[in-house]
């Protein structure tokens, strides 16, 4: 009979083949137990995002067996738990990572990106929030179908405080707030920068969010006051960067890069949108490279994307079959991950540190 230390000790020095560090140093293995003459070894995977398990089952395999006597059997089992550093904790928020999305000028399809990214990683079973930051043309209510008004709901601290906040509006599960929830259709917002700050504030330390592996923030255009007020609110996990392929877009592009260098929020990674015949192809791509900095993945241009978005079915579009469903998949695996490494380099806390 295999022995369960050595088993865990061979485990352990197997090499995650996405992270590039051994799963003992990256706790990733969470339980090796045998049962009768089943030999089950658990992995704890960073994100439920994580691409391929298949490649780390194969993996275990390939160690333990050699290990086993004649009548053991090996199984491989993975139980996904989003890691983080508490993004949220500054402003007394249960969320463990919150990620901003933008870009340097508008009509990139940056709110489309955000949606898709929070719809697919709820699809893949994150607890997901989504917060429409573009106070002054928020689109995130009609891509998703959501309208109404939030309530309100009292909360206690634990500590016989009470405090009134606004309850998310629900999709299936995924949690929305926006400035479109508390206007009419076709009226504008006239705000300058305090009033723009104060509303922030209020949609992320007012909300109740309740407990959450990722709020996708879906930034306004440029590099104005609203990056710069979430940079001094919350520890942002990061920055995804959405761009056309043109050249004109990532010149805009690459100053969001600066900007987020200059508040010191982490780049995730450039995703390319609307990529094909009209715009090129391959632009983002090239200078990700040139800045050192992830490419998260490109975004073809196909229609059924305008439909879903027209249509108010962004959930839909990252369930049901569609040319554009495996592209969008891919780019928010490339974002969960990329979020994982983060924790992983970052020399600020204990690698991959559960919260």
């Not at 917002?189 to 504030?201: F, N, Q, S």
Request: with cysteine; glycine share 12%; net charge negative.
């Amino acid at each position: 009979m295999a022995r369960v230390e050595q088993v865990r000790s061979v485990v352990s020095q197997i090499q995650d083949p996405e992270l590039g560090q051994s799963l003992g140093d990256l706790r990733m293995v969470q339980d090796v137990k045998a049962d009768g003459n089943r030999l089950i070894v658990t992995i704890e995977l960073p994100t439920p995002a994580y691409p391929q398990p298949g490649r780390l089952d194969e993996a275990v395999r390939q160690k333990v067996t050699p290990l086993l006597d004649a009548d053991q059997t090996v199984e491989v089992a993975f139980r996904p738990v989003v890691r983080g550093r508490d993004a949220g904790g500054r402003v007394g928020l249960k969320i463990h990572n919150i990620i901003a999305v933008g870009s340097g000028k508008g009509g990139v399809g940056k709110s489309t990106v955000a949606a898709a990214i929070a719809c697919g990683l709820h699809s893949m079973g994150c607890r997901v929030g989504l917060m429409d930051a573009d106070v002054y043309g928020p689109s995130i209510p009609h891509m998703m179908g959501a309208s109404g008004r939030p309530g309100a709901t009292e909360i206690e601290d634990g500590q016989g405080n009470k405090f009134v906040r606004m309850e998310p509006i629900d999709v299936s599960g995924l949690k929305l707030i926006s400035m479109g929830f508390f206007i009419e259709q076709g009226q504008s917002v006239v705000w300058r920068g305090p009033m723009l700050h104060k509303a922030l504030t209020q949609f992320l330390k007012d909300t109740a969010w309740g407990e959450l592996d990722y709020l996708i923030i879906d930034l306004p255009p440029g590099t104005g006051d609203v990056s710069l007020t979430l940079s001094q609110l919350v520890g942002l996990a990061g920055a995804v960067v959405v761009c056309t392929p043109q050249q004109v877009a990532l010149l805009d592009a690459i100053k969001a890069v600066d900007m987020y260098q200059k508040v010191n929020v982490p780049i995730l990674g450039f995703v390319e949108n609307m990529s094909g015949e009209i715009f090129g192809r391959g632009g983002a791509r090239k200078v990700a490279e040139e800045l050192k900095v992830p490419f998260l993945g490109e975004i073809p241009m196909h229609g059924c994307i305008r439909e879903y978005c027209d249509r108010g079915q962004m959930l839909q579009m990252l369930t049901e079959e569609n040319p554009a469903l495996e592209p969008l998949k891919a780019v928010c695996r490339s974002v969960a991950m990329q979020v994982v490494r983060e924790l992983v380099k970052s020399p600020s806390g204990p690698t991959l540190e559960i919260l």
